[in-house]
């Protein structure tokens, strides 16, 4: 028995798997964000050990409930609405930065931002891992000021708008202002938006903070054209230059010094290359 693929099952079978391999590196994200809130704790100077132990026991079940939540879920989902995808994002951000004591502001597209829209798994998926790493480089990456005092982070804010072919995300801190580029390298922010053909923008004001823009397209990135002539060897784009031209056969045979039959040939294998039906659709393509 033969079975046909239809087009768009396919199509969704590859957007479910491409989901899939997303949601388990977000899942390894998720994996080191429990591991590094704790941490983060304990290294409060201001909390006594039992305080500290205690908060970071918390933090540390809530954290792996969380993980079996996301394990739990069905990776399969193809899309997601940009609302639904910011608030699991504020889910997840919400009690780690509780516990360091770093306030979080929330900038959640409405419907002008594009709140309704359905986002691919992959977009929301790898918005929500820039995101989040992008927040805890900011915790952990920056050190003092330029002045060699000490600058914590107080509050971050993020926030999302959908556009016509794209998802912005943004992130400010008060923090610094010294967060360098190679530190979200680190974390491989770059290289998560390069997949999908995204870009990263880093301005860090020194003693005023660091806001740090993600833009996502919301569909694959688009290979580069192809030059349609490069299918065309060198004596017949010299004589597509004169059909272009709007020179006739005799008058091509004496400018490149062949004969007319051989101009004949060269035509008719252009036509053929290029897939068009006449000489003046042939001179119209070498134009554009």
Do not use: Y
Not at 46 to 51: C, E, G, K, R, S
Not at 205 to 223: D, F, I, K, R, Y
């Amino acid at each position: 028995m033969v079975v046909v693929a239809v087009r768009g099952t396919v199509a969704l079978s590859g957007a479910a798997a491409a989901a899939r391999a997303t949601a388990i590196t977000e899942l390894v994200d998720a994996h080191g964000a429990a591991l590094s809130a704790p941490l983060g704790v304990l290294r409060r100077r201001d909390l006594d050990d039992p305080t500290a132990r205690a908060r970071a026991v918390d933090l540390a079940v809530t954290a792996l409930a969380e993980l079996r939540d996301r394990t739990d879920r069905d990776q399969a989902l193809v899309e997601e609405s940009a609302g639904d995808a910011f608030a699991r994002l504020a889910e997840a951000l919400r009690p780690v930065l509780r516990e360091i004591a770093v306030r979080l502001d929330l900038g959640p597209p409405g419907t002008e931002e594009g709140a309704d829209r359905l986002l691919p798994a992959d977009v929301a998926n790898t918005a929500r891992a820039v995101v989040q790493a992008v927040v805890h480089a900011m915790l952990d990456d920056q050190g003092p000021g330029q002045d060699g005092a000490p600058r914590p982070v107080r509050r971050v804010h993020v926030g999302w708008k959908v556009g016509d072919g794209e998802l912005r995300a943004t992130v400010r801190d008060d923090g610094p202002g010294v967060l360098r580029r190679t530190a979200l390298d680190a974390r491989r922010v770059g290289e998560r938006l390069s997949a999908l053909g995204g870009r990263l923008d880093v301005d860090a004001v020194p003693e005023w903070g660091t806001m740090v823009t993600a833009t996502v397209p919301l569909g694959p990135p688009q290979p580069a054209r192809k030059d349609p002539l490069c299918v065309l060897g060198a004596r017949e784009l010299e004589v597509l230059e004169q059909l272009a031209r709007g020179r006739r056969n005799r008058q091509i045979a004496q400018e490149l010094h062949i004969s007319e039959s051989t101009v004949k040939f060269h035509v008719v294998n252009i036509l053929e290359k290029l897939g068009v039906t006449s000489r003046g659709e042939a001179a119209a393509l070498a134009h554009t």
